[in-house]
């Protein structure tokens, strides 16, 4: 399996260049941080960073018949360029696109990305992990055909994604590394997978109150419902405590960033879940209004709250 990882203009300037948004960590560790998780998971790869468009281009004619897929962050250029996604379409090769920042909360003009039409899906917000999920998902999607198409409805519109809360919202902070996106065990399911962040043991008819680290950007019109993961239901009678847990898509943006808590009871018997296992499940399901709707206070809500942003 060969992977080529394409980073573009001023990432070479990691470190330097603007530590609020993409950290402080410099180029030459997002190479090591990549080289390991390529060794790590069996990867051959080649690392190519530049700042010419062109140059960026003739490395993605060059990997024809010679890479399995591509990673790349084409940093500014995914807001302008039209021939990198050509190339990559030309090409034929798989690709993923990266970014270290949320392009989707920073300025308008990075909301649009035409590199992402040639990508079999965008990870962004993650900083450095963002690369990881990036070649562990391509890995799978070269090896088991799984397509890591987050978010997708049936009717092919992607109305929503999964990002981590910022390491300064998440305590137990020592778990802030564990936390995994949720994820669709097959491509015909319903329900994203929540994984639980470190160890769980529950004594009989005990409640704990886990702190995903996750937080879910919904398009409008949409919910993400919680619910516990069936098996747990059916073997352990494990309930939410809310009942009904229903994320709205304005959460996302309350002081505490829409982090998702899940709240439940154990039923009679003793359950250890453990760090990585899936313990909840979340759906997304469209919602209607009234026609005589006319609401439009702010939400700054934590958990199961629908307080009003001052
Ligand atoms: C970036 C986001 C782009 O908007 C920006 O121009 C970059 C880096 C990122 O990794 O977050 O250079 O791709």
Same mark, same amino acid.
């Given at each position: 399996m060969?992977?080529?990882? $394409?980073? %573009?203009?001023?990432?070479?300037?990691? +470190?330097? !260049?603007?530590? @609020?948004? =993409? +950290?402080? !960590?410099?180029?030459?560790d997002l190479?090591?941080?990549? +080289? *390991?998780?390529?060794?790590?998971?069996? $990867?051959?790869?080649?690392?190519?960073?530049?700042?010419?468009?062109?140059?960026i281009i003739d490395e993605i004619q060059a990997a024809y018949g010679v890479f399995d897929g591509i990673v790349i962050n084409p940093a500014a250029y995914t807001h302008t360029s039209i021939a990198i996604p050509d190339?990559?379409? @030309?090409v034929g090769v798989p690709a993923i696109e990266v970014h270290i920042s949320n392009i989707y909360e920073r300025e308008e003009y990075r909301h649009r990305s035409f590199t992402s039409q040639a990508c079999i899906t965008t990870i962004y917000g993650l900083g450095f992990d963002g690369y990881k999920n990036a070649l562990i998902l391509l890995k799978d999607y070269l090896t088991k055909g799984i397509k890591p198409e987050q978010g997708k409805a049936p009717d092919g519109r992607k109305i929503a994604g999964f990002l981590k809360v910022s390491r300064q919202n998440y305590q137990p902070a020592e778990? =802030? %590394?564990?936390?995994?996106?949720?994820?669709? @065990?097959?491509? %015909?399911? @319903? %329900? =994203?997978?929540?994984f639980a962040p470190y *160890? $769980?043991?529950?004594?009989?008819?005990?409640?704990?109150?886990?702190p995903t680290g996750i937080r879910a950007r919904i398009d409008k019109g949409w919910v993400l419902m919680i619910f516990p993961r069936s098996g747990l239901g059916f073997k352990y009678r494990l309930m939410l405590n809310n009942t009904v847990g229903i994320i709205d898509s304005d959460y996302f943006y309350s002081d505490n960033e829409g982090h998702i808590f899940i709240r439940f009871t154990n039923g009679d018997s003793p359950l250890c879940i453990r760090k990585g296992d899936a313990f909840a499940q979340g759906v997304f399901v469209p919602y209607g209004i009234t026609s005589d709707d006319c609401t439009d206070a702010v939400r700054n809500g934590g958990f199961g709250s629908t307080d009003i942003k001052k």
């Open positions: 060969k992977i080529l990882i $394409i980073n %573009g203009p001023n990432l070479n300037l990691l +470190g330097l !260049r603007e530590p @609020a948004v =993409y +950290g402080s !960590r410099t180029y030459s190479c090591t941080f990549i +080289g *390991d998780v390529c060794v790590e998971h069996n $990867i051959e790869y080649k690392l190519f960073q530049s700042n010419s468009e062109s140059a190339a990559i379409k @030309a778990h =802030y %590394g564990d936390i995994k996106l949720p994820l669709r @065990a097959t491509e %015909g399911s @319903a %329900g =994203y997978d929540f *160890d $769980i043991a529950l004594e009989p008819h005990q409640t704990v109150t886990v």
